[in-house]
């Protein structure tokens, strides 16, 4: 009996206290040439504890009050990867980050699908009127993935992007609400902010 292939499930969800660990060994673990290649300086990450600790005191605040809000990527049942936003200005925009952690699975699509997702979570979750992204110009997945997911190119410039990030050109990428329509998303209702 022949097996038919099926399209992989994708879904994005807020990050809960257990995913944080996974995300920060996936820094840790990469390869410093890897890490260069996204953009960060080596010298600038913290050790996995203290990274850890700044993190969870960071998920227990309001929405309001967080530096960063994460989104794990679930592919099948399992986490592959995560955006985050920062810069958060409530009901305008925020700065959107992106890591597929899984290499076997980027370029086959998934990334881009997972990119829309977040996007709209984000979008209806803050009431964002734009998302922005700078990836570091010389890493070309997320400068192909961005443009795939919507989000159209603005500009290049020269900056230092992150706190964990050197000084580099970066391509700024820019996703509007009002194009962020028609997403394959079902959002949960019963975990969207209340007035806090």
């Given at each position: 009996?022949?097996?038919?292939?099926?399209?992989?499930?994708?879904?994005?969800?807020?990050?809960?206290?257990?995913?944080?660990?996974?995300?920060?060994?996936?820094?840790?673990?990469?390869?410093?040439?890897?890490?260069?290649?996204?953009?960060?300086?080596?010298?600038?990450?913290?050790?996995?504890?203290?990274?850890?600790?700044?993190?969870?005191?960071?998920?227990?605040?309001?929405?309001?009050?967080?530096?960063?809000?994460?989104?794990?990527?679930?592919?099948?049942?399992?986490?592959?990867?995560?955006?985050?936003?920062?810069?958060?200005?409530?009901?305008?925009?925020?700065?959107?980050?992106?890591?597929?952690?899984?290499?076997?699975?980027?370029?086959?699509?998934?990334?881009?699908?997972?990119?829309?997702?977040?996007?709209?979570?984000?979008?209806?979750?803050?009431g964002f009127k734009r998302l922005v992204c700078e990836p570091y110009a010389n890493n070309p997945a997320p400068n192909r993935v961005l443009p795939k997911a919507g989000f159209r190119f603005v500009k290049r410039y020269r900056t230092v992007p992150t706190t964990l990030s050197f000084e580099q050109d970066v391509n700024r990428f820019e996703l509007d609400a009002d194009d962020c329509t028609g997403s394959?998303?079902?959002?949960?209702?019963?975990?969207?902010?209340?007035?806090?």
């Amino acid at each position: 009996m022949p097996v038919a292939s099926r399209k992989p499930s994708l879904a994005v969800r807020p990050f809960e206290e257990s995913d944080y660990g996974p995300m920060v060994d996936y820094f840790l673990d990469s390869e410093p040439l890897v890490l260069t290649g996204m953009g960060i300086d080596t010298r600038k990450m913290l050790g996995r504890e203290e990274w850890l600790r700044h993190l969870l005191m960071d998920h227990q605040k309001p929405d309001a009050q967080r530096d960063r809000f994460y989104l794990a990527w679930i592919r099948d049942d399992d986490l592959v990867g995560h955006s985050s936003i920062n810069q958060i200005e409530l009901g305008k925009e925020a700065h959107f980050h992106l890591h597929l952690w899984k290499a076997d699975m980027r370029g086959a699509g998934v990334g881009a699908e997972l990119v829309r997702l977040s996007a709209a979570f984000y979008i209806e979750r803050f009431g964002f009127k734009r998302l922005v992204c700078e990836p570091y110009a010389n890493n070309p997945a997320p400068n192909r993935v961005l443009p795939k997911a919507g989000f159209r190119f603005v500009k290049r410039y020269r900056t230092v992007p992150t706190t964990l990030s050197f000084e580099q050109d970066v391509n700024r990428f820019e996703l509007d609400a009002d194009d962020c329509t028609g997403s394959t998303l079902s959002v949960d209702h019963s975990i969207m902010p209340t007035s806090s």
